[in-house]
Structures are given as structure tokens and as C-alpha cells.
């Protein structure tokens, strides 16, 4: 039997499958790795699409709550022995992205992990250092080991993080209905005349109140002003406002509006201009998420990016101090460490 | 959105762990047996939360995270966010600063174009071109690290400059680099564009036309492709582009053919612009200014025309340490929601046809999700 | 026709390999300015905290160290920074901040730093002070980023973006 068993250990070295999921950033050095720049079928090593055949995974990067949930699934999925290793540091302490309320910050909280290539991102040939010590150890291994196992707690954790966004977002919505918030912001209506110019940017700022921004943009729009760059929010919780900003733009000579206008932050509403502009429909979704602004008449607003990711109050608004929270949750109150 | 004609249709449900998928981010398709019918994005699997990041970091440490949002194409943002602070801050920067920045953002287009033709490729089966563009992007990748000391993400261009001044062999690594890609992509560009296949899965197909795609709100070369020949870098000129000469190449049909036709012209244009650039940058001119270390409070915009498209940063300062909020534009967001739509509802988009489309398109994933 | 493909790929037959071949017969590839690991100068670190300030990716903590009596008299309560090579993102603005010179960056990247253990590359101070293997480079300094111009000339740029 031993002489079967080395064969197998050796055929199993030599024909490792990586699940093809690229999770994050650092799969960008990915491609070199697998086409001929390094062609890392030198070992027998090769991207599948189907996790049923693979035998490896691979944290490439940040671990968004939303992507973290795949990756459980895809290891539900994959066969024994599976293993798992991980580059990049967003992967194994939180990263450059520490503070970001959509990540999870160590995969090793939700699985073993077999090895880590720090680095941000590791280049390509640093990955070679996880990929030939790999190749060596899984030839030692006993046949029957089942390699990096999903932590059994693994759900119960995202749960019980989820749980208490959910709390701090209803604490959130019920301390703005208990303030008094008053609005003293100076504005006034200026459109169609420019408040302010510039020549070398090519935009015009004007202002207009925030019943008549429909009004407005349809006459931009019959101006030529057809394509919409974007939707601008600042939050200023000491005026009790939001101010929003319209940028449209015409095409080829590219002249820009910036059209002004302000909700307070108490009942943050505004009409819908998703059928002025198509691709509106999707900007008023993310600002509606992330800055906690309704807009009337839009037919689906709900939880888009977000959906997922964060259930606690919009994460844009300035009083809601997310750096703080995700060090108490996650770096259990220590902002160094890891 | 699936209204009642879609009722009866099947649900598939498409990535984000898909090989045809671009990148980390899934759709529902709803399927009228191999024809599709109508496309949701379902994004989210990528978001980070860049803006609020950026408000709790000070000036001068995020030109370490802004440009992570495109992890792609993220030379356009770094170039965004030193162009918006220096606006802000009212202040000029040397000469040759602006020259760096300018090759820096060249390459940094040409790396994502390369990119993009690797994926186009492999969704095509034409796996041979694609490993071609990525050994000419790596080339692009040793320039950015002998140069910059990283290879994707650079941190390079600052407010006030570039980070340090540039090798004493700039001009012929520049040079040398620039050849070799041109030599590759010349390969790469008989060899995918004049292919039947190719040709068969692109011509004709995801058709968008001028007027149409300016109303999704669709930018860059998916718009050039069009015959809108837009560029934020002729329109509305930063650093040196008024003193290079370049042309915009745009496409006639706006089918995917000439998108990635217009692509390709775009590495030639983007190398043009190098060889004269580098010939200005001269050794021992000053390359960065000291900026104060708090800003006074105003706003600070830039637009930059990325390799997807415009992209807007828009910085307000209520003076201190931090910036009071960031906003950036997404410019995936219209090639991946109304774009796609648009050519499923004028055109019979099989399923297989579908990762084509939307590769052809080149959009860029984490953008959306921020 | 796919027959330009073919023709084409075929001048690539008689080509040299483009693969490198890392790592059997050759090293990773790196470069003089790669940035990797940190290396700290315990003789100049006056133990100021303005690397910990502006580091991105709060991977620099202050840590107190044990020495002789004596040694290090600039600084004085003894405190150094402390790296996280897990978290640091190599961004190079400790060096660049940092007003003593003290920091400065080798390549010694995710190659050299691959582990089995985590624990292992949450960097001490007397850890960072090693200089790594001779065959390793300095790669980032201090004297880099001196050159700045400190005073400018500037004349206000004629495209002010200010509004609002
Ligand atoms: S470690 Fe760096 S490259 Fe990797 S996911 Fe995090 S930020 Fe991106
Ligand atoms: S390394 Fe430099 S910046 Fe950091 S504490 Fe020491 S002297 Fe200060
Ligand atoms: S290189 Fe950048 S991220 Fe790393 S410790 Fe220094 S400042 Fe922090």
C-alpha cells in the first residue's frame, strides 16, 4: 500500500486546480501567473471554472461580506482534500482597507488557511514562493488528509456581525426622529444664470430649489445637456442639510453644469430623474443607500450594493462614525492591530 | 424590473464565480430558452466604501487608496485625485511632473487596453492572442516597477508632482518599452482582428449607436466607437495635453467590432503621445513642490478621460487634515446596467453571445461597487 | 481567415521562451526601486510617531523596548515603531515623513516573507533593525524624496477649481 499511497500524493502534487473566483485586487497578478509571463502548468497547476473539480482556493485580496459568503459556498462545494491559501494583506488582517465597513477582515476566522503571501499586492513571482512550497508539502501528506477545513462557526459569526448592524442602523433611524434638527443654510435660487465659472474646467455652477430640479434638468436636457456625469452629495449635519449636485454634460464640447440644490437631512427627499436620464436610475439607487436619501417616484428603490454587504445606516452621512465601530467589532477596540 | 412579459422565462443566475464574467460581479438573466430576455446587475461583491475611507485618512495618505477603485485602470485615478487637490490648493506644478504624469497615464491605459484584449480574447476561445497582450502588458508592468517600484498599484502621482524623480535611464527604458509593445500589439492586432472567428462573434453585434449611447451616459471608447469622437483630453485639456499631437480614433457601426478596433488604434495614439512626452522630460529639473499640510477650505475638481471613460473627482475641503468628502464618478456604471440592456432589448442576445457583449464593452467591475 | 492567426503564432515557435523561470533557475524578478520590507536605524529614531501618523493602513504601532542603559540617548522614553507586514500596504510614506531618515525599504518582498505562521511578520523594532541578506537591496530612502522644492515660486495656477 505505501507504494500507492506515494503515487498518489505525487499525482495529487502534480495536478492541483485552482477554483477560477477572482474575489479582488490582487487577481490582477493572477494572469501573468497562469499565461506563458511565468506559466505556472510548470507545476500542474491551472484554473478551473467548476469548484466540483478543484482542489485549491485562493484569498486574493479583500474579503467582502458579500464574497465571503461565496467563498463558504464554493468550499462547501469543493471535494477532499481541499486546501486553501491566501495572498495579500487585506486577506490575513484587514489591510489597507481596515477602516471599510464591507470587508471582513481575516479569513482564518472562517476557515483554515495553509499558507499567506504578504504583500500588497504580491507580485506575481511572489506567489511562486507559496505555489513550490504547496507542491512539496502536499506530496508528504497523508493520503486521507481532508486539507483546510470551513470553521464551524463560520455562519454563526456573519450572523451575529449582521445582527448588530441591524441594531446600530435602527438606533441610528430612531435617534434622527428624536432630534431636533434646524436648517440654517443660505441658498439661493440662481438658475439658469452660472453662480459661479470655470473657463479651463469648462463648468457652470448654478443652484436651483430642490422642488424644481425636474424642471430644471428637463430644460438642460432639451439644451443639449444629454449625458449624465453624475450625482454629488455633501452631507453638512451643522447646516441640517444635504446638498445634492447634478452634473450634466454635452458631449463634444464637453461643457459641464453643476446644478446645485439642497434636502434637509431630517426628511432627505427629492424628486426622482430617472426618466430624464436613464442611468440615473442606478446613481439615485447607490446615493439612496449610501447617503439615506429617498427620491420620490422611483420605481425600485432598495438595497443594491449594499445588499449584502452592510445592514447598518448609511455609511456616507457624517455622523455615522464607521472607523470607530469597525474597530470595536472587528480589532476588539485596538486600532493597530490586526 | 422583470415585468410580467418575463414571467414565464427562466432565471439564471450568471458569475460573480463565472470565467466570462468581468470580474467579481454577477447578473440575473432572465432566459427565453437560449435567447436573453432582460439583464440585472447584481453587484456589491467588490465594495469597499472608498469614499468614506477617504474621509477618514488625511490629504496626503490617500494617494495610497484612492486609485484602488479600479484596480484596472488605476493610474486615470491617481492623476484624478492629484489633479483635483492641486486645483484645490491653486497651485502649479513643475513642468516636468506634468510630463511623468502624463507617460504614467498612457502606460496605464495601454496596460488596461492590453487587459481588456486578454479577457476579449479568451471570451472569444482565442486563448493564443490573449496570452500575447498579457506578455506585452507585462512589459508595461517592468516599466511601472523599475520606475515606480510597484506594478500595479504605483502611488506615483501626488499633489504638488510625482513621489521621486525618475531613473537616470527614463528615456531609454521609455523608448525601448514602447517598442516592444508596439511590436506585440502590432501581432496581436492582425492576428485577433483579421480572425473569422473573431470577426463572426463581433461584427454586428451589441450595436450602439452615437445618440443612443451619450442618453445611457456612456463614455470613452465605448462612445468613440460610436462616431462620437469625444475626449476629455482634446475637450477640456489637463497637464500637457494641449502641446502633444494626437489623434481620437472613433468607429462607425458601434458594434463590438469597432470597439475593439478603436481599442487597439488607442495603444498607437497613447505610444505617440509617450515618444513626444519623453522627450521633454529633462534630468535635474525640479519634479515636486511641497504642499502645506493642511488645505484650505474650497473644492477641487478634475476630469480625467480614463480608459473606460470620464472620470470626475470631486474633493471638498472645510479646511484641517482630512478631506470633508470625496466623490468619484463610475464610469462602469452605464456599461454595465444601460448599455447592456439597451442592446438586449434591440437585439436577439443568445446566451452565449451575452460575456461577448458585455467583454467587449470592458467594464470594470469594482468600480461600481466603490 | 484564422490563418493569420496561425501565421503569426507561428513566428513565435522559433522564438526564445518568454516564461521566467522563477524560481527554479532564476530569481524573482525585482528592481531598484521595489518596495519591501522596512528597515529602521535604532541610532536615529528619535521615536516621534509621525511614521505612525501617516501611515494609510495603521500598521505602524509605538512599542517600548528594553535596552542598556546609555544607549539610544535620542530617544528618550524608548519607543519604536513597530511593523505590521501584514497590513502595510508599501506605500513608502513612513520613509518619506519620517524627519530623522531613519526608515528606509529593501526588496525584500512577499517572496522572502512567505509563512505558514501569521505571528511571524508582525515586525518588533529590534526585528526591523536587521539589515536583511547582503544579497538583498536598499531600495527606498529618505534621500529620495529630499529635493522637494521647499519654497516654491508658485504662481497660482490660472485653473482654480474652487466653488460651493
Ligand atoms: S492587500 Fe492590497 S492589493 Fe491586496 S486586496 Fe488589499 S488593497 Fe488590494
Ligand atoms: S522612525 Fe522616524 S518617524 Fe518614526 S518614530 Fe522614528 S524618527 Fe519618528
Ligand atoms: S510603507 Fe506605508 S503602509 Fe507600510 S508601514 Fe510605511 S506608511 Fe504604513
Redesign the pocket.
Known amino acids: 500500500m505505501g507504494l500507492l499511497e506515494d503515487f498518489v500524493a505525487w499525482a495529487r502534487s502534480k495536478s492541483m486546480w485552482l477554483v477560477h473566483y477572482c474575489a479582488?485586487?490582487?487577481a490582477i497578478e493572477f494572469p501573468p501567473v497562469v499565461t506563458s509571463v511565468l506559466d505556472w502548468e510548470r507545476y500542474g497547476y491551472m484554473p478551473v471554472p467548476t469548484p466540483r473539480q478543484s482542489d485549491l482556493y485562493a484569498g486574493m485580496?479583500?474579503l467582502t461580506k458579500k464574497s465571503l459568503k461565496v467563498v463558504l459556498r464554493l468550499l462547501e462545494q469543493m471535494p477532499n482534500p481541499k486546501w486553501v491559501v491566501a495572498g495579500?494583506?487585506?486577506?490575513a488582517t484587514g489591510?489597507?482597507?481596515w477602516d471599510s465597513y464591507a470587508t471582513y477582515k481575516r479569513l482564518d476566522e472562517f476557515m483554515q488557511v495553509e499558507g499567506w503571501v504578504p504583500?500588497?499586492?504580491p507580485t506575481s513571482d511572489d506567489w511562486f514562493a507559496l505555489l513550490t512550497y504547496f507542491y512539496n508539502k502536499v506530496k508528504e501528506r497523508p493520503v486521507n488528509d481532508k486539507g483546510s477545513r470551513k470553521l464551524s462557526d463560520a455562519w454563526e459569526k456573519i450572523r451575529k456581525w449582521e445582527e448588530m448592524e441591524r441594531e446600530w442602523a435602527e438606533e441610528y433611524w430612531e435617534s434622527l426622529k428624536k432630534t431636533e434638527i434646524k436648517v440654517n443654510y443660505q441658498f439661493e435660487e440662481k438658475f439658469p444664470e452660472c453662480v459661479e465659472r470655470n473657463e479651463s474646467l469648462k463648468l457652470c455652477l448654478t443652484t436651483v430649489e430642490a422642488g424644481r430640479i425636474r424642471e430644471a434638468l428637463k430644460k438642460l436636457y432639451d439644451e443639449g445637456y444629454t449625458l449624465i456625469n453624475n450625482i454629488n452629495t455633501v452631507d453638512l449635519p451643522k447646516n441640517g442639510v444635504i446638498e445634492v449636485y447634478y452634473i450634466v454634460e454635452k458631449p463634444l464640447e464637453g461643457d459641464q453644469v453643476w446644478v446645485k440644490t439642497y434636502v434637509p437631512r431630517k426628511e432627505a427627499e427629492i424628486d426622482s430623474i430617472h426618466d430624464i436620464y436613464s442611468l440615473a436610475y442606478y446613481i439615485e439607487l447607490e446615493t439612496h443607500e449610501k447617503m439615506g436619501i429617498k427620491f420620490r417616484g422611483h420605481p425600485n428603490l432598495r438595497k443594491w450594493i449594499l445588499e449584502g454587504n452592510w445592514e447598518g445606516p448609511p455609511p456616507l452621512r457624517k455622523d455615522v462614525d464607521i472607523p470607530k465601530w469597525v474597530i470595536k467589532v472587528h480589532y476588539g477596540g485596538y486600532a493597530y492591530g490586526r | 424590473m422583470a415585468g410580467e412579459s418575463v414571467s414565464k422565462s427562466l432565471m439564471l443566475y450568471f458569475g460573480p464565480q463565472h470565467p466570462g464574467a468581468p470580474g467579481n460581479v454577477a447578473y440575473k438573466l432572465w432566459l427565453d430558452g437560449e435567447r436573453v430576455i432582460d439583464a440585472e446587475l447584481v453587484p456589491g461583491f467588490l465594495l469597499r466604501g472608498f469614499e468614506m475611507m477617504m474621509e477618514n485618512r488625511a490629504w496626503e495618505m490617500n494617494i495610497v487608496i484612492g486609485y484602488?477603485f479600479c484596480v484596472e485602470d488605476p493610474d486615470s485615478l491617481e492623476l484624478g485625485y492629484a489633479e483635483a487637490v492641486d486645483r484645490l490648493l491653486k497651485y502649479d506644478i513643475p513642468e516636468k511632473a506634468k510630463w511623468v504624469r502624463m507617460i504614467q497615464h498612457e502606460f496605464g491605459r495601454i496596460a488596461s487596453h492590453l487587459f481588456w484584449a486578454n479577457h476579449m480574447s479568451g471570451s472569444v476561445g482565442l486563448r493564443t492572442t490573449g496570452f500575447w497582450s498579457i506578455a506585452a502588458r507585462e512589459e508595461v508592468l517592468k516599466w511601472f516597477y523599475k520606475v515606480v517600484g510597484h506594478r500595479i498599484?504605483h502611488s506615483f502621482s501626488v499633489p504638488g508632482g510625482i513621489r521621486w524623480d525618475v531613473p537616470k535611464d527614463f528615456k531609454e527604458l521609455t523608448l525601448k518599452t514602447a517598442d516592444k509593445i508596439e511590436e506585440l500589439v502590432k501581432d496581436i492586432e492582425a492576428a485577433l482582428l483579421k480572425n473569422s472567428v473573431f470577426k463572426a462573434r463581433t461584427k454586428g453585434v451589441g450595436v450602439i449607436k452615437g445618440e443612443d449611447a451619450i442618453k445611457l451616459g456612456i463614455t470613452g471608447p465605448s462612445l468613440r466607437a460610436a462616431g462620437v469622437s469625444y475626449d476629455i483630453r482634446k475637450a477640456v485639456p489637463y497637464e500637457n495635453y494641449d502641446k502633444v499631437k494626437f489623434d481620437i480614433p472613433t468607429g462607425e457601426n458601434g458594434d463590438s467590432y469597432d470597439r475593439a478596433v478603436v481599442r487597439f488604434k488607442e495603444i498607437h495614439q497613447s505610444l505617440r503621445i509617450i515618444r513626444q512626452a519623453v522627450e521633454e522630460v529633462k534630468p535635474g529639473d525640479p519634479w515636486r513642490i511641497k504642499l502645506p499640510l493642511t488645505v484650505p477650505p474650497g473644492t477641487g475638481i478634475a476630469r480625467v478621460e480614463a480608459a473606460r471613460g470620464e472620470y470626475m473627482i470631486h474633493v471638498v475641503s472645510q479646511g484641517g487634515r482630512k478631506p470633508y468628502r470625496v466623490r468619484l464618478r463610475s464610469v462602469s456604471l452605464p456599461l454595465m446596467t444601460t448599455a447592456i440592456k439597451h442592446v438586449i432589448k434591440n437585439e436577439e442576445v443568445t446566451i452565449a453571445d451575452f460575456p461577448v457583449i458585455l467583454g467587449s464593452l470592458d467594464p470594470c467591475a469594482p468600480d461600481i461597487d466603490r | 481567415m484564422v490563418w493569420v492567426t496561425l501565421k503569426k503564432a507561428a513566428k513565435y515557435l522559433f522564438r526564445r521562451p518568454y516564461t521566467r523561470m522563477v524560481p527554479k533557475s532564476e530569481p524573482p524578478f525585482k528592481t531598484d526601486h521595489t518596495r519591501g520590507r522596512h528597515i529602521l536605524d535604532l541610532n536615529k529614531c528619535t521615536g516621534c510617531s509621525l511614521c505612525k501618523m501617516v501611515c494609510p493602513a495603521n500598521a505602524i504601532d509605538m512599542e517600548h523596548i528594553e535596552v542598556e542603559e546609555g544607549k539610544y540617548p535620542q530617544n528618550k522614553k524608548k519607543i519604536f515603531p513597530r511593523i505590521d507586514l501584514h497590513k502595510c500596504?508599501y506605500c513608502g510614506l513612513c520613509v518619506e515623513y519620517c524627519p530623522f531618515s531613519a526608515l528606509s525599504m529593501t526588496d525584500v518582498t512577499g517572496f522572502e516573507l512567505f509563512t505558514t505562521d501569521k505571528s511571524t511578520t508582525l515586525k518588533h523594532p529590534q526585528e526591523l533593525a536587521v539589515p536583511p541578506e547582503s544579497k538583498y537591496r536598499v531600495t527606498i530612502t529618505k534621500a529620495m524624496f529630499l529635493g522637494v522644492l521647499q519654497n516654491p515660486q508658485v504662481k497660482p495656477a490660472g485653473k482654480g477649481g474652487s466653488h460651493g
Open positions: 479582488a485586487c490582487g485580496g479583500y495579500c494583506n487585506c486577506t489591510g489597507l482597507y504583500g500588497c499586492m | 484602488r498599484y | 500596504t
